[in-house]
């Protein structure tokens, strides 16, 4: 049996011919990994949070968006690893195309891990914390496994949490009304972004 590549679930699902996400390729943020948040109008509205490690962003589909609030845990499902290209991607993906629906960057910046572990052997075990230093989310934050998926990691469920005390903007709001979110990248919403493709297409 051949062993999948970082990428190939992520090339699999996607027609290169009509999305213009990127095939692959980009380049690390420099001295710290970078991660992104993108909010996307899919089948239903969900914020992607990336983070950059192993020269991938692995990535968790969080529903209700990271939450400021220490006292408030997010829901965050593993999907597939997307190429650092993709921190810079803000448009419409097509109908008919997997993930159809505009896509905008809510929030980006660097982060680091609070431990000497490896990242991905953190991430087996269950358990990683991590500083963000990003234009909206800042300080301590844990990636916890509460649910394993078994082989092939399907059903697999994680929760995203702001660690209490950890600096940064703990007792903020959650994550705002994603109908008004903007883009910290260019300022638009993903009302904008889809009539901005209309009237190009």
């Known amino acids: 049996m051949t ?48 983070l950059e490690a192993d020269g991938v962003l692995m990535s968790w589909a969080v529903p209700k968006g990271p939450s400021a609030d220490p006292g408030v845990k997010r829901l965050a499902m593993p999907t597939e690893d997307h190429p650092l290209a993709y921190r810079d991607f803000e448009g419409v993906i097509p109908q008919g195309e997997y993930g159809a629906g505009p896509v905008i960057i809510w929030d980006e910046g660097t982060w680091e891990p609070e431990h000497d572990v490896p990242v991905a052997r953190a991430l087996r075990a269950g358990h990683l914390s991590f500083r963000l230093a990003g234009r909206k989310l800042r300080g301590g934050w844990a990636l916890t496994r509460f649910r394993d998926g078994g082989p092939g990691g399907r059903g697999e469920a994680w929760l995203l949490v702001k660690r209490a005390g950890s600096g940064g903007n703990a007792g903020a709001r959650g994550a705002p009304d994603p109908a008004r979110a903007r883009s910290a990248r260019s300022g638009r919403t993903l009302g904008q972004v889809r009539r901005e493709a209309e009237r190009a297409g």
């Open 3 to 50: 062993r999948e590549r970082p990428l190939d679930a992520y090339l699999r699902r996607r027609d290169f011919a009509r999305t213009a996400e990127p095939r692959g390729g980009g380049a690390g943020a420099g001295d710290r990994p970078c991660f992104v948040v993108q909010l996307h109008d899919a089948r239903r509205v969900h914020f992607d949070f990336r």
